[in-house]
């Protein structure tokens, strides 16, 4: 976990906690899939054919692991 370090000020307990929680919060963020443009355009059509065979709208996501 990400410790977070107030250089102006001691910040309270539950300050710090909060601002683990959204460190941790932007750092998954980070873990998408850099896709190419071409890469992106693959999924998009496998959602698009997933979508019309299930009948319901299906979206995809790109993580690394």
């Given amino acids: ?3 977070v370090h107030s250089t102006a000020a001691e910040l309270p307990t539950s300050c710090k ?3 683990e929680r959204m460190l941790d919060a932007l ?3 980070d873990r998408f899939a850099d896709l190419t443009e071409d890469n992106r355009q693959k999924l998009t059509d496998l959602e698009q054919k997933l979508s019309d065979e299930r009948g319901e709208k299906i979206a995809l996501v790109a ?3």
């Fill in 1 to 3: 976990m990400t410790r």
């Fill in 17 to 19: 906690s909060a601002a």
């Fill in 27 to 29: 750092h998954e963020e």
């Fill in 63 to 65: 993580y690394r692991l």
